[in-house]
């Protein structure tokens, strides 16, 4: 077999590092997304003070 430069398990510690990551950008994706979503609220006409 061949040798490997890497050490046992590194491979499990990097899926677990990417995966971390993933989650972290998987959160800041939906927190921009969000924060998006109430800017063009807050732009767009309330229709209930219109009323009144």
């Known amino acids: 077999m061949g040798?490997?430069?890497a050490t046992s398990g590194s491979g499990a510690?990097?899926?677990l590092?990417?995966?971390s990551?993933?989650?972290l950008?998987?959160?800041a994706k939906a927190k921009?997304?969000?924060k998006a979503k109430a800017k063009a609220k807050a732009?767009?006409?309330n229709r209930d003070n219109?009323?009144?």
């Open 3 to 5: 040798c490997s430069s």
């Open 13 to 15: 510690r990097l899926a």
């Open 17 to 19: 590092r990417l995966d």
């Open 21 to 23: 990551d993933q989650t």
């Open 25 to 27: 950008e998987a959160k």
């Open 32 to 34: 921009a997304k969000a």
């Open 43 to 45: 732009k767009a006409p």
């Open 50 to 52: 219109e009323r009144a």
